[in-house]
């Protein structure tokens, strides 16, 4: 099992950047591949993106592709939402989840709490 801490969230412009850090506990973090959600009100959860347990590789959703870029460093057991361009439609509720079999195509096992993000027209 791991546990999963969002941070990094605010109100910012649009066209500013932001990072979001996910932090992981749990001597068996590198091990989990590590995806990004969001939600904003009235709408359903999107995924954003993922990375997966050696970090080598990455996935995307086509709404964020060329803005946003996941990593992740398992020593520090964390992982890295770095958003570029932002825009108002970018505002949501961000998430980081975990899973040891997948998390593109698996609804992760373990989720953190959320961290808010908003951008302003």
């Known amino acids: 099992q791991v546990k999963l801490v969002e941070s990094g969230g605010g109100l910012v412009q649009a066209g500013d950047s932001l990072r979001l850090r996910c932090t992981g506990s749990g001597r068996a973090f590198s091990t989990y591949h590590v995806a990004w959600f969001r939600q904003a009100p009235g709408k359903e959860r999107e995924f954003v993106g993922a990375?997966?347990?050696?970090?080598?590789?990455?996935y995307y959703a086509d709404s964020v592709k060329g803005r946003f870029t996941i990593s992740r460093d398992n020593y520090k057991k964390e992982v890295i939402l770095e958003m570029m361009h932002l825009k108002p439609e970018d505002t949501a509720t961000y998430y980081c989840a975990a899973d040891l079999e997948g998390v593109v195509s698996h609804t992760p096992a373990f989720w953190g709490q959320g961290t808010q993000v908003t951008v302003s027209s």
């Open positions: 990375v997966f347990h050696s970090g080598r590789s990455t």
